[in-house]
Each structure stands twice: as structure tokens, then as C-alpha cells.
DNA sequence: AAAAGCACTTTGTAATACAAAGTATGTGAA
DNA sequence: TTCACATACTTTGTATTACAAAGTGCTTTT
């Protein structure tokens, strides 16, 4: 047998950087205030991992408007839908070996 | 939408808590030291996640010995079975979601 | 002019994770 | 019989992480 948690990224261990990530895999964006009431978290919490993650260059962020009020959205990055792709692979095959 | 990571189980946010319970879906027991080489893990960490493991009701330990020497093995519990899978579930419907 | 919203940053604290060292018990070798 | 070694921890100390709450700067709404 060998080591079932090998290839999972320990930037997704959170579970607030992996719905954050599994929110932008199906959404071409996303605005600060929507993720921060579907991942129901403190708006500081949120913007400390959001900061994390787009250092580790998996998103990119966007400022813009919605008529003259600001509207920052985030999306992912070419890297980001590698990394996350690779670590849902990983957690299958952690998963496949437990069925 | 709808909160991805709802139905998570905290308890197995952590890599070695989640390698532990994923290696004893599928192994019937396994010693402290088996454990400890297939997951690359320090005895004494490896030692406080069974003991939060076993505090949880999610394992149980089985001290015996093979010949004279000391062997302590670990299994997981019904309810290990059920919250680990209920956990799996969890990642299954986040997975489907960014398919 | 005041209050409120947005998207943060800063601050402080609590929880978590981990390595390393120490411990108790027993075994095998010299 | 004494010494080194193994097992399965526990203890200790530290580093990292996560988080809430409060503060900030800007703008908009009332």
C-alpha cells in the first residue's frame, strides 16, 4: 500500500481556499461579497485567504464597477485550474482507494 | 448556488487525520508503526491525531503483541465509518459541482 | 452632513500542528 | 548483567494558521 494523501495540495487542507477554488472552477467570476455569503465567512477572514491564494497565483483579481459603486470579482487562473485539478485528482484517487 | 463545503467534517481538514481514516477504510487494523512509515509522519504527531481520532469516537486502539513485543494496532469504529463517509460524500458533491 | 456599503488592512488571540526530547516497558545482543 | 534498541507513547516548546473584531479610505445614498 502507499501513502493515500500524497499529491494533495496543502494550500486546499482549508476549507475556505477550496470552496473558494471550487466556486471558480464553475464560475467565470465572482464578486467579494458573493463569495463572501456563499462561503458564509467574516469579510477579514475571507480577503486573508482570497490575498493567499492570488500570491500562490491560482486567481486573479478584477476591481471594477457596478455603475459607480466599486465591484471587485475573482477568477482563476491557467495555474489555479491546474493545481485544483491536480488535487481533486489526488482526493479521487484517495476516494477510489477507499470504495 | 449553494455553499460548497457545507457537510465537511473539520475533523478531517487535516491531511493525517484523513490519510489515517482512508488507510483504515480499506485495512481492517494497522499498527501505530505501519501507519507512521506509510504516511511519513513523526511518532509523536502521528500519536495526537490518533488520540483526537479516538476522542471522536472515529477509531478504536487494540494493544497486543506479536510474540512478546509490544504491537498496538488501530481499526475504525461504526461511526468512524459513517462520519468518514459522510465526508466523502461531502467531496463527491464538490467535485460534481466544478465538473 | 451623516450614515452606510465595499473591500480591504491591522491587530490580537486562540487553535492547531509539529518536531524533538523525554518516558515506561520490554527485548536481544555482548 | 548491562547496554543498546524498539515500541508507543507523553510532554514540552515553538511556529504556523485561522479567525474575529476593529479600524481605514473611499464612495454613495439619504
Redesign the pocket.
Known sequence: MKNPITGLN?IF?????LGVMSVLMVNEEI???DL?QLLE?????L??????LEENGFIK?H?GFI????????SITRQGEKSFSDHITALENMIKGVK
Open positions: 496543502k487542507d482549508n476549507r475556505i481556499r464578486s467579494f461579497n463572501k465567512v467574516t469579510d477579514g477572514n480577503a486573508t485567504h482570497l490575498v493567499n483579481v476591481k455603475g459607480r459603486k466599486t465591484n471587485t470579482t475573482y
